[in-house]
Antibody, heavy 120, light 108 residues
Framework: QVQLVESGGGVVQPGGSLRLSCAAS????????MHWVRQAPGKGLEWVAF????????YYADSVKGRFTISRDNSKNTLYLQMNSLRAEDTAMYYC?????????????WGQGTLVTVSS | EIVLTQSPGTLSLSPGERATLSCRAS???????LAWYQQKPGQAPRLLIY???SRATGIPDRFSGSGSGTDFTLTISRLEPEDFAVYYC?????????FGQGTKLEIK
């Protein structure tokens, strides 16, 4: 069965960095685009970033552009989110999500999330 | 950027009643690429509807989606106790793939 398992969250000071990982199994990871979506405590969902199945195309929400980098290693079935220059407003649960297929950008599987807290 | 506005913010109903949730877009959603998700406390979202009206695999037929252009609706025909949750719409026709702010469906 499809599994997405995030890791790498934690407490970091403002201006610091973190790298999140999402380990995928149960499907052919290299065939699917992947996204990161975040949710601040008690708030709604916010789309963060997308990467094409082969890594050739990426795009970002304006709120993270220039600070976050999405990447993937298809040989390791793993998605990453490098987060630099972190701010208090980046505090959130971060989910990785798999697209249903093709060029669509809605999500049939989500991980359980990893919590990032930016605080001094 | 397409902004999605969901209404109402909170909907209080009883089991067995019909729920109607609205999602309005600030501009037309390309190809009606509109999805609905359900989220329960402490859980990841679950896909309910895609393409505005197609049910995802395993979703009961009491859930239905409708609409086009800028106005979309999620209807739950007869509420079951497990349906009380937060519901989000998402447009995926253009980047950024924005979400609405959510509608909380609570037991009256």
């Amino acid at each position: 069965q499809v599994q997405l398992v995030e890791s790498g969250g934690g407490v970091v000071q403002p201006g610091g960095s973190l790298r999140l990982s999402c380990a995928a199994s149960g499907f052919t990871f290299s065939n699917y685009g992947m996204h990161w979506v975040r949710q601040a405590p008690g708030k709604g969902l916010e789309w963060v970033a997308f990467i094409r199945y082969d890594g050739s195309n990426k795009y970002y929400a304006d709120s993270v552009k220039g600070r976050f980098t999405i990447s993937r290693d298809n040989s390791k079935n793993t998605l990453y989110l490098q987060m630099n220059s972190l701010r208090a407003e980046d505090t959130a649960m971060y989910y990785c999500a798999k697209v249903v297929g093709g060029t669509t950008h809605y999500f049939d599987y989500w991980g359980q999330g990893t919590l990032v807290t930016v605080s001094s | 950027e397409i902004v999605l506005t969901q209404s109402p913010g909170t909907l209080s109903l009883s089991p067995g009643e019909r729920a109607t949730l609205s999602c309005r877009a600030s501009q037309s959603v390309s190809s009606n690429y509109l999805a609905w998700y359900q989220q329960k406390p402490g859980q990841a979202p679950r896909l309910l509807i895609y393409g505005a009206s197609s049910r995802a695999t395993g979703i009961p037929d009491r859930f239905s989606g409708s609409g086009s252009g800028t106005d979309f609706t999620l209807t739950i025909s007869r509420l079951e106790p497990e349906d009380f949750a937060v519901y989000y719409c998402q447009q995926y026709g253009s980047s950024p793939h924005s979400f609405g702010q959510g509608t909380k469906l609570e037991i009256k």
